[in-house]
């Protein structure tokens, strides 16, 4: 299939070891969050997802953290393993995620050692 | 469960030609959402329907146009295409507009 990681930034990490990615949002007044796992001829896979009532939201092997003052989203991913290695959106959303569009952004490459 | 399906996979169009696709939500959702992906970059959004009404319309061209039908499936047109017009091409269902699952994608090469 095509690449979808073009001239992405890229994140390489050893199997094994824990991945950061991070992402700056746009709008300030944008109040939902998700974090999207894109491979090679797929579709965006939902990761996980958050609001801003929050600062911290966990799932399985996933964190994500998100800080309304600097706009920034951070998805942490625990024992990153080679399945793992895809293109990562963040995307925001404002009125609570009622509204049906999602803005992303650029993506970052995660690549796995193993 | 089937997901968010979409057709057809891939599609070859010539300059100022037409193109219609076609998505099909996940049983029990009401929105429809559409969105362009151009290589390299995240998908940019591109109209919302939510009970067969417009909800949302992104920074496209008039020559970009949707609907829904009454069991919720959606179709995308697009006239006139034009050599920027290649791209993947993202449907995404959801209840009400929240937590979006996206389709595979139609991947549309204007020649």
Not at chain 1, 45 to 62: E, H, P, W, Y
Not at chain 2, 21 to 50: A, D, E, N, T
Request: proline residues 4%; aromatic residues 10%; positive net charge.
């Amino acid at each position: 299939g095509e690449s979808v990681g073009l001239h992405l930034p890229t994140l390489s990490v050893q199997e094994g070891d824990n991945s950061i990615i991070n992402c700056a949002y746009s709008n300030s007044a944008s109040d939902y969050f998700i974090w999207y796992k894109q491979e090679s001829g797929k579709g965006p896979q939902f990761i996980i997802d958050i609001r801003s009532n929050m600062d911290k939201r966990q799932g399985q092997r996933v964190t994500v953290l998100l800080n309304k003052t600097v706009k920034h989203l951070s998805l942490q991913i625990a024992a990153t393993q080679p399945g793992d290695s895809a293109v990562y959106f963040c995307a925001e959303n404002y009125d609570g995620g009622s509204q049906g569009n999602l803005i992303f952004g650029k993506g970052t490459k995660l690549s796995v050692k193993p | 469960d089937a997901g968010v399906t979409q057709s057809p996979t891939h599609l070859i169009k010539t300059r100022g030609q037409q193109v219609t696709l076609r998505c099909s939500p996940i049983s029990g959702h009401k929105s429809v959402s559409w969105y362009q992906q151009v290589l390299g970059q995240g998908p940019q959004f591109i109209f919302q329907y939510y009970e067969k009404e417009e909800r949302g319309r992104g920074n496209f061209p008039d020559r970009f146009s949707a609907r829904q039908f009454p069991n919720y499936s959606s179709e995308l047109n697009v006239n006139a295409l034009l050599l920027g017009d290649s791209a993947l091409y993202l449907c995404a269902s959801s209840l009400w507009g929240n937590e979006q699952f996206f389709g595979p994608g139609t991947r549309l090469t204007v020649l």
